[in-house]
Structure formats: structure tokens, C-alpha cells
């Protein structure tokens, strides 16, 4: 199924299925904004102010987790600009695996302070950690695993929509029994900036049961509408296919994201105990 395929039906309810994507060019070229690169990277620098709040609740909700090991697997953290440095002291030693050639300076430009205080190791490798996790779990097997709003825009790497469904529940599967967590991209659209609620709110606490996500007692489209009126969304928004991503019985927390005035999204945090033993 085309990428740029639109569904007219589905944008006048502003309704979400895992099968279809509501999207537009507009849409996708504001989506593909936040997979990396120099203007990526621009932009986060220009509103690092404007993100303040979201890179805020994404500290509090890092503070809850209890990570298995000391030893973290950072896939996709490109230059932390909403990572938490509190957090990333926790760890000894980090394998910062992106694509994206200025993620290395950019992150220790961003937390290498944190981390010299902390006497944490960063290690910088570039390839596609995706594409090779397998090789990278046999490698540290004892790491725990973070996905840094990766996992999210995978649709947008590949551009087919059954393979992207396909290769996030393998992942999932790849995963099972290790300590992993991940914040990524639920859904995202256009936004009106008139029709923001007086008190919105920017937070929701979640769980995966066996039919779906439940959050503030919704699920499917009530709860779609219920997010999209807290930050004043109009139709047309992008399941980022990510919504059965985590096992049943989950827990995890939904974060509002105003990425520009005009755009935002919904982010996805939650966490994955495994067996893995502190060292």
C-alpha cells in the first residue's frame, strides 16, 4: 500500500487505524523532519525552549524506570536534545548506535558534561541498528536497551506501511526477555492553534490489554479525539503504527509533543522489565 495514498473517510473523523495512514505531502514532510540530519538538528537547537515542557515530562517519566543493567544499548539518541542527562548518569557505559553523522559530537555537546561528572563511557558507533539488531543483542547481551524516538519513524525509512507493521512486531519479538524501553512517535498532524483548550493536557497514563491501548478509560477513536482536542488537532494525522508495539500489559505514558505551532505529536514512553541483573 502507497505511502501517499490518502483516506479522505478517515481524516473527516480524525480516526486512526494500524492498516491505513492518513497522510498528505505536507504531512510527510513534516514527519521526515524529525529522523535526523542537519536540519533536524537545527530545528531542535532553534526550539529547544519551545520543547521544553515534553523534554521535561520525558525526564520525569526516564526518573520512574529502573533499568536491569548499567550497560545501555542507545539506539537512535542522535544528539539527545529531549534526553534526559539525570538519567543517562546512571549508566557506566553507553553504546550510542546512529546513523546520522553528527550525533557523536552533537551528544557529547549536549551531555558530555553530564557524563564526565558521572564517569560514564560513551562509545559512538554509525550503521543501521535496526537492520542489525540481532547481531548487536548477541553482542551485549547483558545491555539494556533504549529507543530514542526511532522506533516511530521507521514508516518513514522504508515507506511501505505492511513492511513497516512486519519489521515492528519482529522487533518486538527480538526483543523478548530483555530489559528494554522506548520513546517514539504514536501519532502526529496538523494542529490550529486557535482551537487549543484553555488547560490541555500534555499526559496520559496508558496500558496495552489484549484489545489495544487503553488511556483515561478510552480506547480506538474516542481516544483518538480525546488526544487530538488536547492540542487543538485538525484532520489528516499519521498513525506512526506503533500503538501494539509493546507486550500486553504494558504500562506507559503518552506525552503531548507541539513540535511547530502548526504541527504536533504524540509520543509513546514505556518500559519492558527483563531478566537482565545490574553489573
Known amino acids: 500500500m502507497p505511502v501517499n495514498t490518502a483516506y479522505s473517510f478517515l481524516a473527516s473523523q480524525c480516526s486512526f487505524t494500524r492498516s491505513s495512514l492518513i497522510i498528505s505531502g505536507a504531512t510527510l514532510t513534516k514527519s521526515r523532519d524529525t529522523t535526523g540530519g542537519l536540519r533536524w538538528h537545527l530545528r531542535a537547537l ?28 542507545l539506539i537512535g539518541g542522535s544528539a539527545g536534545w529531549m534526553m534526559s542527562g539525570r538519567w543517562l548518569q546512571r549508566f557506566s557505559r553507553i553504546e550510542l548506535i546512529d546513523l546520522d553523522p553528527y550525533a557523536h559530537r552533537l551528544f557529547r555537546w549536549n551531555h558530555g558534561r553530564a557524563l564526565r561528572e558521572s564517569g560514564t563511557e560513551l562509545h559512538y558507533a554509525a550503521f543501521d541498528a535496526l537492520d542489525n539488531l540481532d547481531a548487536l543483542l548477541k553482542k551485549y547481551p547483558d545491555a539494556t536497551i533504549f529507543f530514542d524516538n526511532v522506533l516511530g519513524q521507521h514508516l518513514f525509512r522504508i515507506w511501505q506501511i505492511d513492511r513497516a507493521e512486519a519489521d515492528l512486531a519482529r522487533i518486538a519479538k527480538q526483543l523478548k526477555g530483555r530489559d ?20 490541555p493536557i500534555t499526559q496520559f497514563d496508558a496500558a496495552r490489554d489484549a484489545d489495544g491501548l487503553l488511556a483515561d478509560g478510552l480506547r480506538g477513536t474516542p481516544l483518538h479525539l480525546r488526544l487530538l482536542a ?16 509493546f507486550p500486553v500489559g504494558t504500562r506507559s505514558r503518552l506525552i503531548a509533543w507541539p513540535f511547530v505551532p502548526d504541527y504536533a505529536h504524540w509520543l509513546q514512553a514505556g518500559w519492558v522489565a527483563g531478566g537482565t541483573h545490574k553489573r
Do not use: C, M, N, Y
Open 46 to 73: 532553534w526550539r529547544r525552549g519551545q520543547w521544553r515542557d515534553t523534554t521535561r515530562q520525558i525526564a520525569e517519566w526516564l526518573d520512574t524506570t529502573q533499568p536491569a543493567s548499567r550497560h545501555l544499548l
Open 180 to 199: 528494554w524501553g522506548s520513546v517514539h512517535d504514536l501519532f502526529s498532524g496538523p494542529t490550529d492553534p486557535l482551537k487549543l483548550p484553555a488547560l
Open 230 to 245: 488536547q492540542v487543538g488537532g485538525q484532520p489528516e494525522w499519521v498513525d506512526h503504527l506503533t500503538s501494539e508495539l
